[in-house]
């Protein structure tokens, strides 16, 4: 395992392939400051005496080398193993606040590590021998990298080679003795300028004619003809009052320019029928991830509500506790159901274990609907002053600083620091530009809602659930009755 400092010294070593707002930048830029800052976390966690008691959790033996890695570097193999992601993801988010950023990764490489070996069964190739190869570079050097799935798409309704411009897919382009040319785009890529890897994998279901989209294959993240378009924020928290971050988030339009790809490093190429599976397991595993993190979100909004509510004087009235309720049950219920997925979850061939889909997307969906109201539960018992504070100059300025003090006191019982640093964070986390990014995020990331309705449906039977109402209604069922769960696991479909 590495310090967050080698971490850091990596990232400066790249190559300049960043570009941002009109500039080519270097990877130390003050607007991505916030990300590394994210990550540097999931290497800094690690020591840290305060979370010693969390080390199993943190940290696992890797099934390749038996050697100590970090988690975010591991492929699940067991129920115990996908419960310790969860909670670590919880974990990990409760310290930075808005995401933890390594779990694209980790949700990448699980999901290869399961489709790579099924095209091995079904085709006679080497795809897993050459991932596990890989692997292990990535664990043993404790690698960040992230998930490039979503392609541009074009126009929505039309498939990959339906579109009029075929890259608007990324695909392959020339096949050579020692590997494949990739082009094309891939959007919304989370934390990319800020890891070393980019873990390419289809975006949906391919036909027999999309074979040349059916590519998985990891790329380094400043690669020849890798240009990276980005779009990244960190929240403003005070460095002169000594609070903790900047943290922050980047997004990046990542162009692949006929970018070379070894045959090393590429696990699935034209087996376009295990294209939408390792699409679809990404996402799987990414609402899994979401178990954990949204969460840590709504962990972050409920005592963020409790802060503002002591800071107004109100932490008894009834509305808020009511409110207060709600936010709760959203984070357990996202974190239970999480635990659930886990404990329902499936071994593959591989050795992978992958987590139930309907207890994943049930999960994902509530959080997903959720996430607006919870920003308007925090707004609406702050009041305004999130939106108008003065500035931290005006708070620093000692012309200012006597009024604001006497002005913005509220209750008696928490000093006025408090409440300015209190007031302060929460314009931060939630009146910002990085708020609105996360409120997105909890509506799209790990594929629009859409996409969670056609899981939910898919893996439930809801045949099943019509014959218990038609028994209750004197109808005549064929069917046994059996008392299960009504969702189908994965391997049932
Ligand atoms: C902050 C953030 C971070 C993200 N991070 C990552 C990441 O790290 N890696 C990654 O690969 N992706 C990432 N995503 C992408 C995310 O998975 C997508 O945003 C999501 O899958 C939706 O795709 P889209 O944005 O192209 O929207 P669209 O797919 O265009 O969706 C817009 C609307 O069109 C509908 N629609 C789309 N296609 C059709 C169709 N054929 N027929 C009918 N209706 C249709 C959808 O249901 C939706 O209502 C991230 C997204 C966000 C917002």
């Known amino acids: 395992m590495i310090t967050s400092s080698e971490y850091r010294k990596r990232l ?49 033996k890797s099934h390749l080398t038996g050697k100590k890695i970090n988690r975010f570097c591991n492929v699940h193999r067991s129920v115990a193993d996908l419960l310790a992601k969860q909670r670590m993801t919880r974990l990990t988010c409760q310290q930075v606040t808005p995401c933890i950023a390594r779990c694209m990764g980790i949700d990448a490489t699980n999901a290869i590590s399961v489709v790579s070996w099924e095209a091995d069964q079904a085709h006679g190739t080497e795809y897993h021998k050459r991932f596990e190869n890989w692997l292990r570079d990535f664990q043993e050097n404790d690698r960040t990298g992230c998930c490039a799935q979503t392609d541009v798409k074009g126009n929505r309704p039309w498939r990959p080679h339906e579109q009029l411009d075929p890259d608007l897919y990324l695909r392959v382009v020339e096949t050579k003795s020692d590997g494949v040319v990739i082009r094309g785009a891939k959007v919304h890529n989370s934390v990319a300028p800020c ?145 659930a997925a886990a404990i329902n979850a499936q071994r593959s061939g591989s050795g992978t274990y992958i987590p139930d889909i309907l207890y994943c997307n049930v999960s994902r969906r509530h959080a997903g609907i959720n996430i607006y109201h919870e920003f308007d539960i925090l707004a609406d018992i702050a009041g305004g002053m999130p939106a108008t504070l003065p500035r931290e100059g005006d708070w620093l300025n000692p012309a200012t600083r006597p009024l604001i003090e006497k002005y913005m006191m509220r209750n008696p ?56 109402a038609k028994r209750l209604a004197g109808i005549p069922v064929e069917e046994k009755y059996t008392f299960d769960r009504l969702g189908v696991t994965p391997g049932e479909r």
């Open 413 to 468: 019982n928490v000093s006025i620091e408090n409440i300015h640093r209190a007031f302060r964070w929460v314009q931060a986390i939630s009146c910002s530009e990085l708020a609105g990014v996360m409120q997105y995020a909890g509506v799209h990331g790990g594929g629009s809602p859409r996409m969670e309705q056609i899981a939910i449906m898919s893996s439930y039977d809801i045949e099943r659930t019509k014959n218990i």
């Open 195 to 339: 890891v070393e890897w980019i873990m390419v994998l289809p975006t949906r279901r391919l036909t027999k004619e999309e074979g040349a989209w059916a590519i998985s294959c990891a790329v380094p993240a400043d690669d020849e003809g890798v240009k990276q378009i980005v779009s990244a924020g960190c929240y403003e928290t005070s460095k002169k009052l000594g609070m903790p971050g900047p943290y922050g988030s980047a997004d990046s339009m990542t162009i692949f320019d006929n970018v070379f790809v070894p045959w090393e490093r590429v696990f699935l190429n034209g087996e376009y029928e295990l294209g939408g599976r390792l699409g679809l397991l990404f996402a799987l595993y990414h609402r899994h991830s979401y178990t954990g993190c949204k969460p840590a979100m709504t962990d972050v909004l409920t005592g963020a509500t409790a802060l503002m509510a002591e800071c107004n004087g109100i932490e008894r009235e009834a509305h808020v506790r009511e409110k207060l309720v709600e936010l709760i049950c959203t984070s357990e219920l996202c974190y239970g159901t999480g635990i």
């Open 12 to 60: 400066s070593k790249m190559r300049r392939n960043v570009y941002m707002n009109g500039e080519l930048v270097d990877r130390d830029h003050p607007r991505l400051e916030g990300t590394v800052n994210v990550l540097a976390k999931t290497y800094d966690i690690v020591t840290d005496p305060e979370f010693k008691e969390y080390e199993d959790i943190l940290t696992v």
